[in-house]
């Protein structure tokens, strides 16, 4: 499984500068939100890995607000990791690693990042096929410690409904490019959850119908 090369140009919109660097209007948009919901939830210290890292544009920010946490961003493409490294530079924070490439959607990945305290993931599960959100729970799980804390956030059906005209566009013309990805259902994500060994601590509805997912990892 590898970066999908059939998504609609709406599934991630970004802005080139010459330096590498990627900016994309979404995550600058949705940056505030999520800094003050990692703020709240995210443990104080140790290890924390951002999945899907994107632009960079994240991960500067939310090593801001907890400085004591030690930030691994990761991407599967290398071009995000050019854009990840030249932001990472302008803000020139001690307590961020330089960017790894990362499949999450691989089985396996998380035997090299055990003992996360926190993973925090923006915008991917639409992206995957319900095998690889499956992969990708169960290695999340896997790689926290106990106690750990994850936060997954994105575009999801509620009660297996699409539930603005936004999403249904969205959806529907991610499934058009690729009949495997499209919006998974919060009931499916729940149910993964247990399974998973992940508490589910809350939901959290975020702007432009988006909601994120607050868990732990079972075990202390
Ligand atoms: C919509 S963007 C979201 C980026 C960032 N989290 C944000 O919200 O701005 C999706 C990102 O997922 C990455 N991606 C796609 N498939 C992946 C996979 N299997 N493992 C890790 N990253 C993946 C893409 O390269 C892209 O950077």
């Not at 907890?66 to 302008?90: H, M």
């Not at 919006?183 to 729940?190: C, H, P, S």
């Not at 959850?193 to 975020?206: A, R, S, T, Y």
């Amino acid at each position: 499984m590898s970066l999908r090369s059939k998504l609609p140009s709406t599934a991630s919109v970004v802005v080139q500068s010459g330096d590498g660097r990627l900016s994309a209007p979404a995550a600058e948009k949705n940056a505030g939100p999520i800094t003050k919901l990692v703020e709240e939830f995210a443990p104080d210290k140790g290890l924390a890995l951002e999945i899907a890292s994107g632009t960079g544009q994240h991960i500067v920010k939310l090593a801001v607000v907890k400085p004591n946490l030690n930030w691994q961003p990761s991407d599967i493409d290398p071009i995000r990791i050019a854009s990840i490294e030249t932001w990472c530079k302008d803000y020139n924070l001690a307590n961020v690693r330089p960017p790894i490439i990362l499949n999450a959607t691989e089985i396996g990945w998380s035997s090299k990042f055990t003992s996360q305290k926190f993973i925090f993931l923006v915008n991917l599960f639409h992206l995957i096929s319900e095998d690889e959100a499956t992969i990708l729970i169960s290695e999340i799980s896997a790689a926290l410690a106990p106690g750990g804390r994850s936060i997954i956030y994105g575009p999801f059906k509620r009660n297996n409904k699409l539930t603005s005209a936004g999403d249904q566009t969205f959806h529907h013309s991610l499934i058009e490019a690729d009949p495997q990805i499209g919006y998974k259902n919060d009931a499916w994500m729940t149910a993964k959850f247990k399974e998973e060994k992940l508490g589910l601590l809350k939901v959290v509805p975020m702007p432009a119908n988006n909601l994120a997912f607050v868990c732990e990892k079972l075990g202390m």
